[in-house]
Structures are given as structure tokens and as C-alpha cells.
């Protein structure tokens, strides 16, 4: 199966996990293509694909604009196709987070008029040495006060890369 792979990150969590899923939809026996949304989306050769893995992070509760807009312009080409969500955000990562989380796919849903086939809530990572001040304290405010994590200064990856790949492999399965 041609499998496109289409991303957008900020801080390169999205851009890892979508590195990591072409190894492993490579391994499964298909061929795969990435594209970054947010610099190429008009190279994006949705005409090419048989399915699509689309991995993009929330940033205050939102998947970025650019995405967004992307999927309305293309929503009519992605409902033809097989479609994949993955959704990173911190508040994935906790289990009373499940609710806020799942909610960020709704609103996309709800915004750009695209519903994936499936969609899959993935943990993302804390990345304090890449934030500027005021991105340090929404990440605490907003995604870590509401779900009681207290180290609010260290870096940690909460991707939970197993769970990632077995998602990825039984949707193309299926
Ligand atoms: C400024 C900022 C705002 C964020 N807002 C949210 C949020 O509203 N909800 C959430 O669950 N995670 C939030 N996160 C966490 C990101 O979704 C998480 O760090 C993810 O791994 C980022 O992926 P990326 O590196 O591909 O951009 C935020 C992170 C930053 C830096």
C-alpha cells in the first residue's frame, strides 16, 4: 500500500514520531512518503496516496492554523481516502486527560469539516529547553496543572512508541 505520511510540529515531536512511523510502515511492507505541512503542502500528493497518516500536536488546545487550513481546503481528497489521526498532546499522556485530549480532535473536526476514519490520541513530550518563558508557563498552566503533574521544569518524552506503532499497523490492516 502507498502509505503518505503528512505532519506538522512545532517543537519536532510530530516530525520524530512520523520518522519513526516510516520505519515502521517501511518494515510492514509499504511504501511511504512524508510531508511536512506546514512547508510543503502544496507538494502533498494526496492523488498518490491509498491511505494517509496525518500526525500533528496541539498548542494551546488547537492543532496549528496552517494545518488546519490544510485540512479544509483538501477535506473533499482526504474523505475519499483512508484516513489516520494522530493527535500529540500533553494532556494524552494522563489518564484524567483522555476527555481534554480527545476534545482537540473534535474541535479540528468541528473547524475544518474533516473527520479522519480513525483517529489515535498520542503522548507527547515536554521539551523545556526549547520554550521561551511565557511557552513554559502555558505548557504548566494548561496542560500540566489540569492533569496534577508536579515536575514542571524537567524534559520527558511520554510517547508511548509501542502503542504508537501497533495503532498505526492495525489501522493499515484493517
Ligand atoms: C506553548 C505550548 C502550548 C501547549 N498547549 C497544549 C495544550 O493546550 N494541551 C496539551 O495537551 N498539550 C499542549 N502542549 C504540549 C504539546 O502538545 C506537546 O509538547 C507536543 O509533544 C508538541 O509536539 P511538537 O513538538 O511536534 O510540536 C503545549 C506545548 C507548548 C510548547
Redesign the pocket.
Known amino acids: 500500500m502507498k502509505v503518505l505520511i503528512l505532519y ?10 512520523t520518522r519513526f512511523l516510516q520505519k515502521a510502515v517501511r518494515r510492514a511492507g509499504h511504501t511511504t512518503k512524508a510531508v511536512d505541512v506546514n512547508v510543503k503542502r502544496a507538494e502533498a500528493p494526496l492523488d498518490w496516496a491509498d491511505c494517509l497518516i496525518i500526525v ?7 492543532h496549528p492554523v496552517e494545518f488546519e487550513k490544510f485540512l479544509t481546503v483538501n477535506r473533499d481528497a482526504l474523505h475519499r481516502k483512508k484516513t489516520l489521526l494522530l493527535s ?5 499522556a494522563f489518564p484524567q ?1 483522555q476527555e ?2 480527545q476534545s ?1 480532535v473534535a474541535e479540528l473536526s468541528e473547524r475544518t469539516g474533516f473527520t479522519p476514519t480513525a483517529d489515535q490520541l498520542v ?5 523545556f529547553k ?2 521561551k518563558d ?3 508557563q ?2 504548566r498552566f ?2 500540566l496543572n489540569l492533569n496534577e503533574y508536579d515536575e514542571v521544569h524537567e524534559d520527558k518524552e ?2 508511548d512508541w509501542p502503542a504508537v506503532e501497533a495503532g498505526v499497523l492495525a489501522f493499515l490492516e484493517r
Open positions: 506538522a510540529s512545532i517543537e519536532g515531536q510530530a516530525l520524530k514520531v500533528a500536536s496541539v498548542h494551546r488546545r488547537r500529540l498532546s500533553l494532556c494524552a486527560g481534554e485530549a482537540y503522548a507527547g513530550a515536554l521539551q526549547k520554550y511565557y511557552e513554559a502555558v505548557v494548561v496542560a511520554f510517547t
